[in-house]
């Protein structure tokens, strides 16, 4: 069974930056297509990232050129580099990925827990 693990969710300050590691266990071959979704409280979950296993990437409007989603070649790991962080961001971020789909669907087959980060000061 595959398992998508996020980390590096926490608090920050408006304007800071904060990094998130996706990794992914199980016996699983290279995963295509990795990606970021964010979802906060009494809103409906919405993508922000993706990238396939050659690096290419696309990003979605919610955080525009503030966010950089990055992958270990080789590996099954995914990384969203946020900057210039607004007290808007603060969101439960979920990792997704799937092994065969990427771009022209956001519906990924394996998701994560959800990892929470907070905007504030």
């Known amino acids: 069974q595959v398992q998508l693990v996020e980390s590096g969710g926490g608090q920050v300050q408006p304007g800071g930056s904060l990094t998130l590691s996706c990794s992914a266990s199980?016996?699983?071959?290279?995963?295509?297509?990795m990606a970021w979704f964010r979802q906060a409280p009494g809103k409906e979950r919405e993508a922000v990232a993706r990238a396939n296993s050659d690096g290419v990437a696309t990003y979605t409007q919610e955080m525009g050129d503030r966010a950089t989603i990055s992958r270990e070649r080789n590996k099954n790991t995914a990384y969203l580099t946020m900057n210039g962080l607004k007290p808007e961001d603060a969101a439960i971020y979920y990792c997704a990925a799937d092994p065969v789909l990427c771009f022209g669907t956001w519906e990924y087959s394996l998701w994560g827990q959800g990892i929470q980060v907070d905007v504030s000061s």
């Open positions: 199980g016996h699983i071959d290279t995963l295509y297509c």
